[in-house]
């Protein structure tokens, strides 16, 4: 299953984007879609997970409350809802495909292209 990132744009701080990863084919229950990002050098870390068939999330500190990760079983489809934006935000955001929980990159062995986010001050 190859994974599909887009969504990524220049945004004001305070505003608004929704990336999308889609999946090129059928997600199973059993797994876990997650999204990264990696702003210039730093590390790539965790942003937020959903378990598929739960449709249960989990959300790094530093966006629990801005960001949402929702889901289109039928189009295979994982959202990044990200609000409240701020340049801190500024990264390449990757999609990943597990089978479990992780929050380590090195733990998934499935990921999309990547995609920009900019958010100006």
């Known amino acids: 299953v190859q994974l599909q990132a887009s969504g990524g744009g220049l945004v004001q701080a305070g505003g608004s984007l929704r990336l999308s990863c889609a999946a090129s084919?059928?997600?199973?229950?059993?797994?876990?879609m997650t999204w990264f990002r990696q702003a210039p050098g730093k590390e790539r870390e965790f942003v937020g997970a959903?378990?598929?068939?739960?449709?249960?999330?989990y959300y790094a500190d530093s966006v629990k409350g801005r960001f949402t990760i929702s889901k289109n079983n039928a189009e295979n489809t994982v959202y990044l809802q990200m609000n409240s934006l701020k340049p801190e935000d500024t990264a390449v955001y990757y999609c990943?495909?597990?089978?479990?929980?992780?929050?380590?990159?090195?733990?998934?062995?499935?990921w999309g292209q990547g995609t920009q986010v900019t958010v100006s001050s």
């Open positions: 084919g059928r997600i199973f229950s059993s797994s876990v």
């Open positions: 959903m378990r598929w068939g739960r449709g249960s999330t």
């Open positions: 990943a495909r597990g089978s479990d929980l992780a929050y380590a990159p090195a733990q998934y062995n499935h």
